[in-house]
């Protein structure tokens, strides 16, 4: 059964809920738990957003902190009401935490530890200070047998501990490196402007449709960095539309490098995916 993007998964008298990328209101988790007609025996959820806000915006460093513990402590008391009005057998806690690989976005993976990438173990450990404690704290190929409650840990991490992540994290970039760079050299530095393509994609782009310029209505910056890129903008505006050589008057920006860029004009990388990963986004 799917609800609004949960996924509920009903078999042998047990029930599991999956809220993997779903938000769901209580009177939504209600309607749930009477169509199951039963204990919901699994609450799978997301306790790290899916979001880069705030981390790459331009914020001042205090006001950054400030807004990643806002959204780090909206998204647990979210998990906490559901967790309340569902009333599981079991509470697992997953999606997240991402790991950072690249040397240029390492720095990012601090985030785990006050900012808006909690691990599953935070999770855990916040709900338990509030009275929940029934969660259950999963890896990579451990496994829970929903009718016994019962964890079956994958051998991989003995040893392990969420406090001493950094070490493994430094060990893990360092044995993916090559694949990370692979990855880099499929996207080498330009070797001419690429203003002509930018000019001639976005023009286009305002041509296909007046609804979602009207919902866009600003005018948004680019600041490609590196060869063959520059300070150029689209205006969405009505009557002020166009592609322009200048960031002045732009309400949001984005700073990419000039590399990134020939991917999304030529439509291999979707700008849904594109937005997913570190990119800079500064709003002027």
């Known amino acids: 059964m799917n609800h609004d993007a949960a996924i509920v998964i009903e078999g042998e008298e047990r029930t ?35 979001s880069w806000y705030p981390v790459c915006y331009a914020y001042p460093e205090q006001r950054r902190r400030e807004l990643a513990r806002r959204k780090r402590f909206a998204k647990f ?17 997953f999606a997240g935490p991402p790991c950072f690989l690249d040397p240029d976005l390492f ?24 009275g929940i404690h029934n969660t259950v704290v999963l890896l990579p190929g451990d496994k829970w047998d ?25 060990a893990y970039a360092e044995r993916r490196r090559p ?15 690429l203003w002509g393509e930018f000019c ?11 609804y979602f310029n009207r919902r866009i209505n600003m005018r948004v910056g680019f600041d490609i960095t590196g060869p063959g890129g520059g300070q150029w903008a ?21 700073r990419l490098a000039s590399r990134l860029l020939p991917p999304l004009l030529t439509g291999a990388v979707p700008w849904e995916d594109f937005t997913s990963s570190p990119l800079r986004l500064a709003r002027a």
């Open 200 to 210: 001639e994609y976005f023009t286009r782009l305002l041509e296909m449709s007046p």
């Open 146 to 170: 929903p009718v016994q409650r019962r964890k079956g840990p994958d051998p991989i991490w003995n040893g392990f501990a969420f406090a001493d992540r950094l070490p493994y994290l430094q």
């Open 179 to 193: 694949q990370v760079q692979a990855v880099l050299a499929r996207h080498p530095e330009p070797n001419m402007s």
């Open 77 to 93: 008391a979210y998990v906490a009401r559901a967790v309340r009005v569902v009333e599981p057998g079991a509470v697992l806690p």
């Open 107 to 130: 720095h990012h993976n601090a985030e785990l530890d006050k900012g808006i990438f909690p691990d599953q173990q935070q999770v855990a450990d916040w709900l338990n200070h509030r």
């Open 16 to 50: 599991i809920l999956n809220l993997n990328d779903a938000r769901l209101s209580p009177v939504q988790f209600r309607e749930i738990r009477a169509r199951v007609q039963g204990t919901i025996d699994l609450l799978c959820l997301q306790g790290a957003g899916a």
């Open 234 to 254: 689209v205006d969405f505006r009505a009557g002020t539309a166009g592609v322009f050589q200048s960031l002045d008057g732009c309400s949001y920006r984005y």
